[in-house]
T-cell receptor, first 112, second 116 residues
Framework: GNSVTQMEGPVTLSEEAFLTINCTYTATGYPSLFWYVQYPGEGLQLLLK?????DKGSNKGFEATYRKETTSFHLEKGSVQVSDSAVYFCALAPRGYSTLTFGKGTMLLVSP | NAGVTQTPKFQVLKTGQSMTLQCAQD?????MYWYRQDPGMGLRLIYY???????DKGEVPNGYNVSRLNKREFSLRLESAAPSQTSVYFC???????????????FGPGTRLTVL
């Protein structure tokens, strides 16, 4: 079946530190991959996406590269801010389906 | 545009009571979804509707029913609430058509439901 595995949190960092949140997936065929972010008390919103192998999604200083060989889509940011504190979800959309499969989420806490 | 709206924002029920969660979108999207979010479990799909007039079960459909009232509205009903249904419920919509999911899903702000 389809599944997404994310590193467990919380991830705690100081402002301006480098961020990596690992995400690996299992899926038949070549899915589309997404990162969503959820700020406290809100719904999820799309952060970035990649629809084919070697694509790099980027937004607001965050990046993730679709790696077919390692079935991974790790999220990175060079310098985090306090305002980046949120829960981050990796998700996949299998080919031929109109639904998303989410990972369990990783909480990021950034201190000044 | 309001995007995806959900009502109510908060609700407390007693075991055995029924209620309907309402969701509406103003983006003319084909597909709509209901999720529940529980600590440590991420988001799990309850039901979805790939187009007006169709609904399909997701990962955790037991204890729920849905209605795609029209293209804009997709409601979730709990016929006899149980404490295990205490959760945060999110509605989402997307341009995805049946068999295709390349575009993002837009989420509502959520309904926080407690069943005593």
């Amino acid at each position: 079946g389809n599944s997404v595995t994310q590193m467990e949190g919380p991830v705690t960092l100081s402002e301006e530190a480098f961020l990596t949140i690992n995400c690996t997936y299992t899926a038949t065929g070549y899915p589309s991959l997404f990162w969503y972010v959820q700020y406290p008390g809100e719904g999820l919103q799309l952060l970035l996406k990649a629809t084919k192998a070697d694509d790099k999604g980027s937004n607001k200083g965050f990046e993730a590269t679709y790696r077919k060989e390692t079935t991974s889509f790790h999220l990175e940011k060079g310098s985090v801010q306090v305002s980046d504190s949120a829960v981050y979800f990796c998700a996949l959309a299998p080919r031929g389906y109109s639904t998303l499969t989410f990972g369990k989420g990783t909480m990021l806490l950034v201190s000044p | 545009n309001a995007g995806v709206t959900q009502t109510p924002k908060f609700q407390v029920l007693k075991t055995g009571q029924s209620m309907t969660l309402q969701c509406a979108q103003d983006m003319n999207h084909n597909s709509m979804y209901w999720y529940r979010q529980d600590p440590g479990m991420g988001l799990r799909l309850i039901y979805y509707s790939a187009s007006e007039g169709t609904t399909d079960k997701g990962e955790v459909p037991n204890g729920y029913n849905v209605s795609r009232l029209n293209k804009r509205e997709f409601s979730l009903r709990l016929e006899s609430a149980a404490p295990s249904q205490t959760s945060v419920y999110f509605c989402a919509s997307s341009e995805a058509r049946a068999g295709q999911m390349r575009n993002e899903q837009f989420f509502g702000p959520g309904t926080r439901l407690t069943v005593l």
